[in-house]
Structures are given as C-alpha cells and as structure tokens.
C-alpha cells in the first residue's frame, strides 16, 4: 500500500517545488499554482460541476436500473442489464466521436456546450450505479418490500421510503466513484470539450504538451486533493448514519 501512494506523495511534494520552464528546481515555491490560477480558475469548477452533475445523474438513472435487473428477472431486464453495462467496454475516445457525429448536426446539437460532456460522462459512468445497486440489494430481503406493500404502501412509495434509504450506502459509493473517476477523465473529454469548457486533465494534458510542467503537476495535485476530499467526508458521514441505525 505504501509503494502504491509514493506517486501520489511526489506529486503533492513537486507541486510545491520551482520549475524552470521542464526543469526542476531544488528549491520550494507556490509559482506553479500561481501560474495555474493566474490563467483561469475556470477548469477547477468546470471539474466539480461537470463531475457533480455526472454522478447525481447516474445515481438517478443507474438505482431504478439496477433496482430492475435485480427484482424483475425476465429477458428484458437481461437486455437492460447488458445495455447499461456495454459502455464500460467501450474507449472513451470512440464514445467521444460517436457523440460529435451524432449530435454535430440536424435537430438536436450538443457539440461545443457543457451537455455533452455530461452525457458522454453519464454513460461511461453508468455500470457503477447499476453494480452498485445490484449488489447492495442482494443484501436487502425481498420480504420487507413485500410486507410494506401488504400494508397498503403503494410500490412506489416503498421504494422511496424503504428501500432506497437500505440502499443508501451503496448509492453514495457509487456516486463519489462515479465524481472520482469523472473528475479524472481525459479521453472523452480532450475528444468532446470547447474552450471555455476545459477542464484539470485538459490543463496538464496541454501543460505537459508544452513547457508548463509545474503547472502540469499543481493541476494533478489539486485532483489529488478532489479525489480524497469527497471520499474522506462521506466515510465518515457513512459511519455517523450507520452508527445512529445501531
């Protein structure tokens, strides 16, 4: 575990070290994250809206689906089961095209706005809400949603209020993987983003590209720091709601 957050620490440590255009220097210094900000602070919130947005929106489509193929078996939630799966195998780059051919013209176009990112991310992203669910309603009784619907519970509220709630970790985790993993993309989005739509890994990818290796690694640093945040607050809000359910 050690030997596998020794990169990490190195890119924290060379985030706050001098570079001279690629060369390091042997000394400490905030120029690269000032020279990250000082082009625009706009790719960090492009980051966390665009990734915020993925992962509510997965966790929205992604629960009734796993919720489906797990309750329902018959053919046709084995298809949905394949179909909300397949992008996982699919390479970012080529979903990126698809999207640009089918959305660059005609009625509907999507190309050069912020949408099409979200949906590119949606459906790469999409088989975490649906494992997750699955497996976490593995775990769930069919019988309670059966004696909540017996006592005159329609199956809609049941689902609100029983079984989502039971559901609740597995929802959550899904959905900080899905901000994780979105916040960290490159392949879809140096295919699909506008000028104004860039984000971290488009910075470091055109820093690296460059002379800008400093502001390459302030840039890593800073998802560093977005990957960790999200995953440190909610373990613990996870054991404070499953400590008040004990």
Known sequence: MLLSLIPFFAVVVLAFMKFRGPV????????????LFQRSARPLGNTLMLSGIAALAAALIGVPI?????????????????VATLPFAVAGTVLG??????????????TGGWFIMVLAYVIRKL?????SSSSILHQIDPSLEEASINLGVSPARTFA?????????????????????????LSTTVVLYSGEWQ???????????????GTAVAAACLLV????APLAVIHRLLRRHEASLL
């Not at 390091?24 to 020279?35: I, K, R, Y």
């Not at 999207?99 to 999507?110: A, D, P, R, W, Y």
Request: glycine residues 8%; neutral net charge.
């Open 199 to 213: 984000t971290l890994t488009v910075v470091m990818f055109q820093a690296l590209e460059g002379t800008g290796a």
């Open 161 to 185: 209020r029983l079984t989502v709630p039971l559901m609740l970790s597995g929802i959550i985790g899904a959905m900080v993987l899905t901000f994780v993993t979105v916040s960290s993309e």
């Open 66 to 82: 796993g919720y489906a193929v797990t309750r329902f078996r018959n053919g046709l939630t084995g298809l949905l089961d394949v």
């Open 225 to 228: 720091l977005l990957t960790l």
């Open 24 to 35: 390091l220097q042997a000394s400490f210094s905030l120029d690269n994250f000032v020279a």
């Open 127 to 131: 088989p975490f809400s649906v494992r």
């Open 97 to 110: 095209i698809a999207l640009i051919i089918s959305f660059n013209s005609g009625v509907l176009v999507l």
